[in-house]
């Protein structure tokens, strides 16, 4: 067994890598940052339909708006680049693209409302669970960027939906969408996620 650790950390050594050094690690980061608002500015030149008030998605949808599923990733970018540079322009960013995406809410969905797939759609009987938490996830990360509480309000009525409409209060786990066709585990993981930050 001895021979066995030291050939064991003489391995471990060997592939050991060096960190990099802090002024490193600043510059990746300033990298990063310059990478990210660069990105944002151009989906904003190149991607933002001001006829629907939204991002442009597929032409074959209606109307022809990134779906939450796009969306979701860009929701994630706007509130980083404000939390790791919170600027007064950064943070003024997060709360007027955050109240446009709340058109992904349909309050027609179960009579209480929920996370519909494209942005501004009503009436159309069903939902994702894992889109929804995304969403929350999203808003979660508004708040943090911003401290402004409508975004855990809004992430909390998407949980609300999750718990209520897509957990399965007979033999548990969460639904896919809302005619719990089958489970997956994403609503599930984001739930619970949003559950412990908002307690």
Same mark, same amino acid.
């Given at each position: 067994?001895?021979?066995?650790?030291r050939l064991l950390a003489a391995v471990a050594a060997a592939i050991t890598l060096p960190l990099p050094?802090?002024?490193?690690?600043?510059?990746?980061?300033?990298?990063?940052?310059?990478?990210?608002?660069?990105?944002?500015?151009?989906?904003?030149?190149?991607?933002?339909?001001a006829k629907y008030g939204w991002y442009s998605g597929r032409p074959t949808d209606d109307p022809p708006v990134a779906s939450l599923w796009s969306s979701y990733p860009l929701l994630e970018l706007v509130?980083?680049?404000?939390?790791?540079?919170?600027?007064?322009?950064?943070?003024?960013?997060?709360?007027?693209?955050?109240?446009?995406?709340?058109?992904?809410?349909?309050?027609?969905?179960?009579?209480? $409302? +929920?996370?519909? #797939?494209?942005?501004?759609?009503?009436?159309?009987?069903?939902?994702?669970?894992?889109? =929804?938490?995304?969403? @929350?996830?999203?808003?979660?990360?508004?708040?943090?960027?911003?401290?402004?509480?409508?975004?855990?309000?809004?992430?909390?009525?998407?949980?609300?939906?999750?718990?209520?409409?897509?957990?399965?209060?007979?033999? $548990? +786990?969460?639904? #896919?969408?809302?005619?719990?066709?089958?489970?997956?585990?994403?609503?599930?993981?984001? =739930?619970?996620?949003? @559950?412990?930050?908002?307690?």
């Open positions: 067994a001895p021979a066995g650790m050094s802090h002024a490193t690690l600043l510059a990746n980061q300033a990298q990063f940052q310059q990478l990210a608002e660069q990105g944002l500015a151009q989906t904003q030149q190149y991607w933002w339909d509130a980083a680049i404000a939390i790791a540079a919170p600027t007064a322009a950064n943070k003024a960013a997060v709360d007027p693209t955050f109240t446009q995406a709340e058109n992904f809410w349909d309050p027609t969905i179960e009579g209480t $409302g +929920g996370i519909t #797939w494209l942005w501004g759609q009503r009436n159309t009987g069903n939902a994702y669970f894992d889109d =929804a938490g995304w969403w @929350a996830v999203a808003n979660l990360h508004a708040y943090e960027a911003t401290k402004n509480v409508r975004w855990l309000w809004d992430a909390q009525r998407a949980l609300s939906y999750i718990d209520e409409y897509g957990w399965d209060h007979v033999n $548990g +786990g969460t639904w #896919w969408d809302g005619d719990h066709d089958h489970k997956t585990s994403e609503p599930l993981a984001a =739930a619970a996620l949003v @559950a412990a930050t908002l307690y």
